[in-house]
């Protein structure tokens, strides 16, 4: 293993993780500012209105992107899996 190589799959698992991530943190990033625009306009201030939309909507996008995410950590372990010869040479 070479120094490149280990970059290379770090470069991946970190592209990946960021990948998975993003649509909860996109849809909790606009739920979050829809959110804050409201409390704004209506000047109501309570702590509790921002916290569960935001998980509500959050979980409801983990739920949609659920199969998208599980074939994306699946294609990458079964590519470590099948690499491993390759690797240990």
């Known amino acids: 293993m070479t120094q490149d190589f280990v970059i290379g799959f770090a470069r991946q698992a970190i592209e990946l993780a960021l990948m998975v991530s993003m649509p909860m943190l996109l849809v909790g990033l606009v739920v979050g500012v829809v959110v804050s625009i409201l409390q704004a306009a209506t000047q109501v201030q309570e702590m509790t209105l921002t916290?569960?939309?935001?998980?509500?909507?959050?979980?409801?996008?983990?739920?949609?992107?659920?199969?998208?995410?599980?074939?994306?950590?699946?294609?990458?372990?079964q590519d470590i899996i099948i690499n491993i010869p390759n690797y240990i040479r």
Do not use: E, Y
């Open 51 to 77: 916290f569960i939309p935001k998980i509500v909507s959050t979980f409801l996008a983990l739920l949609i992107a659920f199969p998208w995410i599980l074939d994306k950590l699946i294609t990458f372990a």
